[in-house]
C-alpha cells in the first residue's frame, strides 16, 4: 500500500466522513458548502448542467476551504476524467461501474503511470505546468478513484470491482440500483438494502471505503453495518426544502392559506 494522502488518505483512515452532492453550478454555493465542515463535496456534472467555465470556478471554489472537491463525471471516458482532474479535482466519482474491467478503466485513466495511462498536462492542478514535476509526483498518492454501483450486475461484481489495485471507495446509488433491480422508487426496500449489504461486506473485505446516502436518521445503522462515508445534503433539495418550510411557517403565522 502506498503511502496515501490527501483525499485518498482520508477515504483509507477508515474515519467516518461526511460528504453533499452539488447541482448550483455557482462558486458561491461551492465556497458556502466547503466551509461546512463536510470532508468533500461531490459535484454533479452526470445530471447536473455545469458550463466549463462554472466548473472550473466551483472546484477553485472548493478547494480554497478545507473541503476536498470530487467531479461526478458523466462517463467513464477517459477525456472526461483528464479534464476535471486537470482542472484541480481532488477526485473523480465514476457513474455505473458494473465490472471490475471498467473499474480498471476508471483507475488508468485517473493516474498517471506506471499505475496508469492518465496524460501528463499544463492544466490547474499543476500549477498550469509551473509545478508539474511535484504534482506528478504527487498525484498518485493523493487523487481518489471513487465508483458508483447503480445496477444489480454492480452488485454481484462488487468485491471484484472493490479489489481491483487503486480503487478508493464504492457508493451505492440508491435510485438507479432501484430502478435496475425493478423496485422502483418508493418501492419494497428490503431488495435494495439487501444490495447495500452486500456492497458494504465488498468493501469491507477488500479494505475499500463505501458511501451511502439515505435519511440522517439512518447514518449510525448504516455505519455500524460498514459503511464509512455518509451523504445527507443535496444543495437543491435542500434549499427547496428550507424555501417550502419558510413560506409554510409565514403562512400559518399570518393566518393565510395559499
Known amino acids: 500500500m502506498p503511502d496515501l494522502q490527501g483525499l485518498r488518505g482520508l477515504l483509507a483512515s477508515g474515519s467516518p466522513l461526511a460528504t453533499m452532492l ?31 467555465q462554472s466548473l472550473r470556478e466551483c472546484i477553485a471554489a472548493v478547494r480554497s476551504t478545507p473541503a476536498k ?3 461526478r463525471v458523466a ?9 476535471v482532474l486537470d ?3 481532488d477526485g473523480v466519482q465514476v457513474p455505473n461501474v458494473r465490472t ?3 473499474a480498471e478503466r476508471a483507475v488508468a485513466f485517473a493516474r498517471f503511470a506506471p499505475e496508469g495511462t492518465r496524460g501528463v498536462g499544463y492544466g490547474r ?20 478513484v471513487i465508483l458508483m454501483i447503480e445496477s444489480g450486475s454492480g452488485v454481484d ?28 422508487l418508493g418501492g419494497d426496500p428490503a431488495p435494495l438494502e439487501e444490495a447495500y449489504l452486500r456492497v458494504l461486506e465488498a468493501g469491507r473485505r477488500q479494505g475499500v471505503a463505501v458511501a451511502v446516502g439515505g435519511g440522517i436518521e439512518d447514518a449510525r445503522r448504516w455505519y455500524d453495518r460498514g459503511a464509512r462515508v455518509f451523504l445527507h445534503f443535496v444543495d437543491t433539495l435542500a434549499l427547496a426544502q428550507v424555501a ?15
Open 157 to 184: 461484481a462488487a468485491d471484484a470491482i472493490a479489489a481491483v489495485p487503486g480503487v478508493d471507495a464504492l457508493v451505492v446509488g440508491p435510485a438507479d440500483l432501484a430502478v435496475d433491480l425493478g423496485v422502483g
Open 75 to 83: 462517463a467513464n471516458e477517459e477525456h472526461l476524467i483528464k479534464t
Open 69 to 71: 472537491a470530487v467531479v
Open 22 to 52: 452539488m447541482n448550483i453550478p455557482d462558486p458561491a454555493v461551492a465556497e458556502i458548502l466547503g466551509r461546512s465542515g463536510v470532508d468533500y463535496i461531490v459535484i454533479d456534472t452526470e445530471h447536473a448542467f455545469f458550463p466549463s
Open 87 to 89: 482542472l484541480g479535482a
Open 125 to 144: 492542478a499543476s500549477g498550469h505546468g509551473t509545478d508539474i514535476i511535484h504534482y506528478v509526483g504527487r498525484a498518485n498518492r493523493e487523487t481518489a
Open 100 to 102: 471490475a474491467a471498467e
Open 244 to 258: 417550502t418550510s419558510s413560506v409554510d411557517a409565514t403562512r400559518a403565522a399570518l393566518g393565510t392559506h395559499p
